[in-house]
């Protein structure tokens, strides 16, 4: 990395009941405070996918390689009946085998795997043995599905490029002109015959001038529905359309238009075709799913919600005639509702599915729907994989994918809630305690702001947020609250959008409420305070400390501090005409009213500021000019950290070792030690 410093970073009552034991947390205490070293050393569970007759439930392993600087992904199976000693590693090759989908027979498993150099589908069958390539497309293989009847395979993938593409590089190179993309670029919709599990070559379906970005199977096998843009420019997803196409050579129709794009995502006999969307060009809206229904003549009709019941963005989950099951937030937890259909609309209120007890995410329904497995976690468990009957909920556990963690002491993790000097709105947030915490006792804190706006703070498994990793920060003797203030999901839409046209406004106040809540509770030490966060939670660090120097220290990741100069460079402007209204140049005011540069003579705190050389959502000119400006000013210590060939969120493990080493410093410098500050 390069540095620039002035002065100085988861079907029995008996699983049940393990689940529970292992939420507490209690035993942890008994151990040793949590390392950076540690969080490197966390497994992650992705990609959980329950075959169609719910025997077995397939899942991806990521684990950092930091020798290498990879993160290494494998495919893992565990029979639903079994327990964590039955989970086997499928693959085991060094890089990335992801993504795993069932052949409707359930007898093997297709995954994507970049073994063959170009990323391709494989097969492995679910006792073992050796996986074979499936597909031998010219270019990487994107998102992939199997026709319902198994003959056929349909994945995305980008054309090769054209030759005229190539002796144009030859002579000139190949430079970025602003908003046009080259033929490889593109995404098309590729369909392969499957003749002994293996594709044969594949033809394009989708047709030019369409960028595709998801698809789904009709229940007869016969056509595709695909969600495509006019471009592969992040900012034509706000025009996306459905698409059904019933062959190479047949007509493309357009089904569906929704106002801000819509992408398929499941279609059966009984519920028929059902899309995503919010159904609103802009904005702070709920996320939908909608019925898409269709007359005698097979011409698409206006969508039918079949979640405006559920105040949430509605993930799904499965679908069939008499349900629906779908994901969502809500407050800090994660849960699974199940919404009853009739006549191919919701016939009844959204019902829990799951019992609120843990944080639960990730699942993946068998074909009857009978079956699901999800992961489950909460503040003193990490994520693991669960399975119950849908009839019953009676979690059985599957994984156990990092025992380590029982041998760590984990600072206990709450709820708070607060009222906002701004108009008294309710404000929740989650706290996590130092370890060995004592009530009474006065404590260092930070406050870890989440991005978004319209991101979440969540009650789940918080060894680390992104850059920030707050069990370590426990184990340090610090509090970390996490705030959700206006803006965040999980509240509703009525809160989601209460900082429209208002960022760095009463947003801000509720976070700082939440500073006031926990001093005058007697958890924080209003002398040892800290503040960080990353995307707009360093939007939120640079406002905070331009408004206020009650922070001793402050780490801003990736954030925004000039929006006119903003408007221009980040890779998705639309989100300013959601938060502020109008466009820069119709009022600067507003603008330069809500940017922190205009208030960078009132920084006193020391700051780190950490950002990505190659972000395109927030970058990294905003973070170099805010740090050339703190240190022109010289009322307080800067250091500024970019981290080579990095997008928004860092990747690399071992930068991912320095970007939290260096906060775990910063705080130790400047709230734990100060006074061994030399002047």
């Known amino acids: 990395m390069r540095a620039l410093s002035s002065a100085g970073s988861r079907i029995s009552a008996t699983g049940f009941a393990l689940l529970l034991l292992f939420s507490t947390g209690l035993s942890a205490q008994e151990g040793r405070p949590m390392t950076v070293e540690d969080v490197l050393a966390l497994r992650s569970l992705s990609g959980i996918s329950v075959s169609p007759d719910g025997e077995w439930v397939a899942y991806v392993v990521t684990a950092r390689d930091m020798e290498e600087d990879r993160q290494e992904t494998d495919v893992w199976v565990v029979p639903s009946a079994g327990s964590p000693a039955d989970a086997r590693q499928l693959t085991f090759r060094s890089g990335s085998d992801d993504s795993p989908v069932w052949h409707p027979s359930g007898e093997w498993l297709a995954f994507s795997s970049d073994r063959e150099g170009v990323r391709q589908v494989h097969?492995?069958?679910?006792?073992?043995?050796?996986?074979?390539?499936?597909?031998?497309?010219?270019?990487?293989?994107?998102?992939?599905r199997f026709a319902p009847d198994g003959r056929r395979l349909g994945f995305v993938a980008s054309p090769p490029a054209t030759e005229a593409d190539r002796e144009l590089e030859e002579l000139r190179?190949?430079?970025?002109?602003?908003?046009?993309?080259?033929t490889d670029q593109w995404s098309h919709l590729y369909v392969a015959e499957l003749d002994d599990d293996a594709a044969a070559e594949a033809e394009r379906w989708s047709p030019d001038g369409l960028h595709v970005v998801s698809f789904v199977w009709s229940p007869d096998s016969r056509a595709v529905a695909?969600?495509?843009?006019?471009?592969?420019?992040?900012?034509?997803?706000?025009?996306?359309?459905?698409?059904?196409?019933?062959?190479?050579?047949?007509?493309?129709?357009?089904?569906?238009?929704?106002?801000?794009?819509?992408?398929?995502?499941?279609?059966?006999?009984?519920a028929g075709l059902i899309v995503s969307g919010t159904g609103q060009l802009l904005g702070t809206f709920n996320r939908q799913l909608w019925r898409v229904p269709f007359d005698a003549d097979?011409?698409?009709?206006?969508?039918?919600?079949?979640?405006?019941?559920?105040?949430?963005?509605?993930?799904?989950?499965?679908?069939?005639?008499?349900?629906?099951?779908?994901?969502?937030?809500?407050?800090?937890?994660?849960?699974?509702?199940?919404?009853p259909?009739?006549?191919?609309?919701?016939?009844?209120?959204?019902?829990d599915?799951?019992?609120?007890?843990?944080?639960?995410?990730?699942?993946?329904?068998?074909?009857?729907?009978?079956?699901?497995?999800?992961?489950?976690?909460?503040?003193?468990?990490?994520?693991?994989?669960?399975?119950?009957?849908?009839?019953?909920?009676r979690p059985e556990r599957l994984t156990d994918l990092n025992p380590q963690v029982a041998d760590l002491a984990l600072g206990e993790q709450r709820v708070e809630s607060w009222l906002s000097r701004a108009g008294g709105e309710e404000i929740e947030g989650v706290l996590t305690l130092p370890v060995g915490y004592e009530a009474g006792d006065r404590v260092p804190m930070v406050l870890v702001i989440h991005g978004g706006p319209s991101g979440i703070s969540s009650d789940r498994f918080n060894a680390t947020r992104g850059a920030y990793p707050v069990q370590v920060y426990a184990g340090m003797g610090f509090a970390v609250l996490q705030p959700n203030y206006r803006g965040s999901s999980g509240y509703g839409e009525r809160f989601r959008g209460l900082n429209r046209g208002d960022i760095s406004g009463r947003d801000w106040i509720d976070i700082d409420s939440g500073v006031d809540a926990m001093v005058e509770r007697g958890i924080a030490d209003p002398e040892r305070l800290a503040v960080s966060g990353w995307s707009f939670g360093g939007h939120h660090t640079y406002w905070g400390i331009t408004q206020t120097d009650r922070f001793r220290?402050?780490?801003?990741?990736?954030?925004?501090?000039?929006?006119?100069?903003?408007?221009?460079?980040t890779d998705i402007p639309?989100?300013?005409?959601?938060?502020?209204?109008?466009?820069?140049?119709?009022?600067?005011?507003?603008?330069?009213?809500?940017?922190?540069?205009?208030?960078?003579?009132?920084?006193?705190?020391?700051?780190?500021?950490?950002?990505?050389e190659r972000d395109e959502r927030v970058p990294a000119e905003q973070s170099i000019q805010f740090f050339e400006a703190v240190r022109a000013i010289g009322k307080a210590p800067t250091t500024l950290v970019l981290y080579p060939d990095q997008p928004h969120g860092v990747r690399s493990p071992r930068l991912q070792r320095d970007l939290m080493s260096r906060n775990v410093e910063w705080l130790t410098r400047w709230i734990l030690e100060p006074e061994a500050l030399v002047p």
């Open 123 to 144: 097969g492995i069958r679910p006792n073992g043995g050796e996986a074979w390539q499936v597909t031998s497309h010219e270019t990487s293989v994107g998102s992939f």
């Open 173 to 182: 190179g190949r430079p970025m002109v602003w908003d046009s993309v080259y």
């Open 226 to 270: 695909f969600g495509a843009r006019s471009s592969p420019v992040l900012r034509t997803t706000y025009y996306g359309a459905t698409y059904v196409q019933e062959g190479a050579e047949a007509e493309t129709r357009s089904v569906t238009s929704m106002p801000g794009g819509e992408n398929p995502v499941a279609w059966d006999d009984e």
């Open 298 to 339: 097979g011409t698409a009709l206006d969508p039918v919600s079949l979640t405006a019941e559920l105040d949430a963005n509605a993930n799904l989950v499965h679908s069939d005639g008499l349900r629906l099951i779908v994901s969502a937030a809500r407050r800090t937890g994660a849960t699974v509702y199940r919404i």
């Open 341 to 351: 259909l009739a006549e191919g609309a919701a016939s009844g209120p959204p019902s």
């Open 353 to 393: 599915l799951t019992d609120g007890r843990h944080y639960y995410s990730g699942a993946s329904v068998s074909a009857d729907g009978s079956t699901i497995a999800f992961t489950a976690e909460d503040g003193g468990a990490p994520p693991d994989i669960f399975v119950t009957s849908t009839a019953d909920f």
């Open 553 to 569: 220290a402050a780490s801003a990741g990736a954030g925004a501090n000039d929006l006119i100069s903003m408007y221009s460079q």
């Open 574 to 612: 639309e989100f300013y005409h959601t938060y502020l209204g109008p466009k820069p140049w119709e009022d600067w005011d507003l603008y330069e009213e809500r940017s922190a540069y205009r208030h960078v003579q009132n920084v006193t705190t020391p700051l780190l500021i950490q950002v990505g």
